[in-house]
């Protein structure tokens, strides 16, 4: 049965205590086999592959006592800056005389009543949320943060109307109007700074134009986006945005992708080109042909991924929700344990009653519900901008512990554009008949090797291949006028029975001076060696300066290529690699890799997304190089917008800046509770010292985290900075 992945936005959660009881309440849905709620992003993603609708899933978590927010409806003005002013103004008079007290000496108080009525709207207008988040969390069996500060509130507003019948010399409703304003004044500015951990899925977002210009029947029209279809040819004036993906008809220009894949110098394009939907076009006028448009172009593509990787939970956050489930409950027996305790210990009611309140107040597992997740989103988005793509917060997280890294060869650490250095053809052969076979048995293939040989046979006529076979990791075979001919590795001519000693000598110091080498050879009717051709391909120029960076971060580098051994060594000393295994099989690169994650290391893959496939998906971590738009960037942990190999160390290095603030994030969410608890318990924190901390809490967490702002990538390539 087919699983679907449905996404809801939800409103009314107020701590990472609610999101535990939404996921608890969703996974015990019939056909749901997993949910997870993002407090920070507030969404929930649920897995289904039974008979559950979006329909089911809403009435589920409206019953659990929260809401679903359709985005297609109007956002509604947010009004809450003005509630804040309204329960400052009302609660400014309530703690003035308590500072002028402490500042002459003089006792000072409005009169009882005067406090009662300022206090009132406070506690039950400004105050009203959190009662109505209690009675949800009362309602399904669980606890909040609403719940802890309706309580203390509650609790201080209860002794001072009773107070007020006894002793109205010193009552408690300004600590009851405070702690209600400061908390929600907490969560203005936790909610402010949330949006701007989204400031990348934004930008992303921003990059669609409203509409396109077409050429149909001869005649330019604009339309609306949505209306673009594949196969339209899309007028992209200067200056313009480039609508969807397609292929460049006519004109030549250059094009800013800095957002898509974080290059900042722009792009050089001609005709046959292709380009990426969003990007924006230079002073050149073209014409495109619309290859992909909506969902399939690379630039959703991009959003998907951003949007799925910030709303994804990272192993590390177990602990922590593990916590916020019996975090309530704890606090509640330990206010009660607080006020019993004072009492007992001749403090009197009124003493252990403000205490309690104060442990009430300072407890809140806010923190701890967004101190991994709004991390991730910041880092997420950061890594977006600068071309790093990360599929989700496991994959993050597994980037960060990486200690050795696998690189493939061509395309990753060279351009993947060999050219063909060398034709030696068997004494008394035609080196340029063998030239001619060797291109007719690579007619059909997209492989590099084949480029490079038509690129030198140019326009002249090939003979037909009948039946060629591609044999993985070892070479061609194809029937050519009436023969069997093959073109492959050293090795495939030995397993068929040829001898290729005859160029040994030349094949050697070809290969020691890092080329690659391949032999034709006929094999019915009868079967011979013909010729030997010699490829070589050029290192991408940050080859050097990414594995030096690797050092630098402590992490080992190697290479795992199917060249021959001569070659891959060159290379290998020329980069300063610490190992390389070379004339490996697809399925030895698979071995490879895992032989290396027995040694203890995290062990990473990088190749090209396709053809090392397999490689990628045994690493501990795929790190797939996805060159423009030909490689399908979900084909790994983390998709490199550019062919360059200097993103590696930079994925890596963000990474770990983000794996940092998750743990400091944690540590300031556990430190401020373990602290916090017994200082409001022992009597050394009054609920509104306590109300400040708790509300400042949550605001120190998501800044810290919007710190990875600051992350660059370095120079070089080099060990990037937050």
């Not at 051994?565 to 295994?581: Q, S, Y």
């Not at 190999?645 to 800046?657: E, F, K, M, N, T």
């Not at 708790?694 to 900075?721: C, D, E, I, T, Y």
Request: hydrophobic share 50%.
């Amino acid at each position: 049965m087919t699983t679907q992945e449905l996404r809801f936005n939800i409103t009314g959660m107020t701590c990472a205590a609610c999101a535990t009881r939404i996921e608890k309440v969703l996974r015990r849905l019939p056909g749901v086999e997993s949910a997870a709620v993002n407090l920070a992003s507030e969404q929930a993603v649920v897995k289904a592959s039974g008979p559950v609708s979006r329909a089911t899933i809403a009435q589920a978590v409206e019953g659990a006592g929260y809401g679903v927010r359709d985005d297609s409806a109007a956002q509604r003005p947010d009004r809450e800056v003005w509630w804040l002013l309204l329960g400052a103004a009302l609660t400014l008079p309530l703690v003035a005389p308590m500072l002028l007290e402490f500042a002459t000496g003089q006792i000072l108080a409005l009169p009882p009543r005067v406090q009662l009525v300022l206090a009132i709207p406070v506690q039950f207008g400004l105050g009203l949320p959190f009662y109505l988040g209690a009675w949800r969390a009362l309602r399904g069996f669980s606890g909040n943060m609403d719940l802890l500060v309706a309580i203390g509130t509650s609790a201080a507003f209860g002794l001072s109307l009773y107070l007020m019948a006894t002793n109205p010399h010193h009552l408690y409703f300004e600590s009851a109007a405070v702690i209600i304003v400061l908390v929600r004044l907490g969560k203005w500015l936790e909610k402010r700074a949330k949006k701007r951990t989204l400031s990348a899925l934004s930008a992303l977002n921003a990059l669609w134009p409203a509409s396109a210009i077409v050429r149909r029947g001869g005649r330019e029209s604009e339309i609306p986006l949505q209306q673009l279809a594949t196969g339209d040819i899309a007028i992209i004036r200067a200056g313009a945005r480039i609508p969807a993906d397609g292929r460049i008809l006519k004109g030549e220009s250059e094009l800013d992708e800095a957002l898509i894949t974080g290059e900042s110098r722009p792009r050089a394009v001609a005709p046959g080109d292709r380009v990426i939907g969003g990007a924006v076009n230079g002073m050149g006028g073209l014409e495109v042909e619309v290859a992909a448009v909506g969902a399939e172009t690379m630039l959703a593509r991009i959003i998907r991924m951003v949007t799925e990787a910030q709303g994804a939970k990272a192993p590390i956050q177990r602990l922590a929700d593990r916590v916020s489930a019996v975090f309530v409950p704890i606090v509640l027996v330990i206010a009660a344990l607080t006020f019993i305790g004072w009492v007992v210990a001749g403090g009197g009611v009124e003493t252990g009653l403000i205490n309690a309140v104060a442990v009430l107040v300072i407890a809140c597992p806010c923190a701890l519900g967004l101190a991994t997740p709004t991390a991730i989103m910041v880092g997420v988005g950061v890594g977006a901008k600068n071309g790093i793509l990360i599929r989700d917060a496991a994959a993050l997280e597994t980037a960060g512990q990486i200690g050795l890294v696998a690189f493939d060869k061509t395309g990753t650490l060279t351009e993947g554009k060999p050219y063909l250095k060398k034709v030696e053809a068997i004494a008394g052969g035609d080196p340029d008949r063998a030239l001619v076979i060797a291109t007719a048995l690579q007619a059909g293939s997209t492989h590099a090797l084949a480029d490079a040989l038509r690129g030198v046979v140019g326009d002249r006529t090939l003979p037909p291949a009948e039946g060629a076979e591609v044999i993985a990791g070892r070479g061609v075979t194809a029937r050519i006028e009436g023969r069997q001919y093959m073109l492959g590795t050293a090795r495939m001519m030995t397993e068929t029975g040829l001898d290729v000693g005859v160029f040994k000598e030349l094949a050697d110091n070809l290969a020691q001076e890092g080329a690659s080498i391949s032999y034709l050879a006929e094999t019915a009717p009868e079967k011979s060696l013909i010729a030997l051709f010699a490829f070589a391909d050029q290192l991408k120029s940050n080859a050097k300066t990414a594995i030096t960076a690797l050092h630098d971060l402590g992490v080992r580098a190697l290479m795992l290529t199917g060249d021959n051994k001569g070659a891959a060594a060159k290379i290998a000393t020329e980069l300063g690699l610490d190992d390389v295994r070379a004339e490996l099989l697809p399925a030895d690169k698979t071995d490879a890799i895992n032989g290396l994650k027995q040694g203890g290391d995290k062990v990473a893959m990088v190749g090209d997304g396709v053809n090392d496939a397999p490689a990628l998906a045994s690493a501990d971590l795929g790190l797939a190089m996805a060159t423009g738009t030909d490689v399908a960037i979900e084909s790994a942990g983390i998709a490199l917008m550019r062919g360059d190999p200097a993103l590696v160390p930079q994925a890596i290095s963000l990474a770990r800046a983000t794996s940092r603030k998750i743990k400091e994030n944690l540590a300031w969410a556990f430190v401020f509770n373990v602290l916090g608890l017994p200082l409001a318990a022992f009597g050394y924190l009054t609920p509104i010292l306590a109300g400040a901390a708790m509300a400042l809490s949550s605001v120190a967490v998501v800044s810290n985290a919007l710190l990875l702002n600051r992350w660059k990538p370095g120079l070089g390539g080099r060990n990037g900075h937050a």
